[in-house]
């Protein structure tokens, strides 16, 4: 795809950037630092899952270029201090997925999701920066939210025969260390926060033996607590009332109702309530 000066697309969003950033640029482009960008690639990435979410193709295509900036841009960086440029980024991962995917572009084969994902994770162990003190979850980025953290690490230590928090017991462990941290936040004090952390790894853990992601379990209870508020908030406009100045009672008993709403509606097929509250 070209733009309307006939210059490929891409291009010309390279073009753009290093202009930018050049002698006749943008004053807040030309002090931004990879730093100083991290925050605003974290935003645009998760306003792209959002995007994603809402199966908008339009959105999603918008949300995506926003991205495709965000990279272009901090690929810019590195190539004036002439580290690498964009160019290098899309060769280097285009012969990575090359090497990676030898079922595709070599002789080897692999006829399930599950053969792919194995080989994958070999060729990741293959490809690593080892040395004495190279440790397994090295490869698992610090900066993940928590959740997804803890079922990557969990994820890995797995492939090496570790089994957190037990090979056996997992939900008598779970029923034990919930009543630890109980006892623990009735008392006060630091132990209920290591207690409290502990006891949700074994949660994630525990999640992906039965076959569920805790992170996308949250994710969609909390779509669904979003629009049961949004809902529960409408009733009590409706009665003319708002929530800050309703009696705890008469607050439950329009959040009972908004469930069996909710309920009804998705029994019937009904589209889901994605009301922002």
Known sequence: MRTNDGVPAFAALVDLVARLRGENGCPWDKKQTPETMRVYLVEEMY??????????????????????????????LFEEKELFSVDDVAAGITEKMVRRHPHVFGGARADTADEVRQRWYEFKRGEAKTSATTCLLDSVPKNLPPLLHAYRVIERVSRTGFAWPGETGREEILDALWAAFRDAARAGGQEAHRLLGEFQMALAAYSRDIGLHPDSALKDYLQDFRARFGRMEDAARALGRDLDGMESAAIWELWEKAGENGHRANAQGGPRDEQEC
């Open 47 to 76: 306003e792209l899952l959002d995007a994603l979410d809402s199966k908008d193709p339009s959105l999603a295509c918008e949300e995506l270029g926003d991205v495709l900036f965000q990279i272009v841009f901090l690929a810019r």
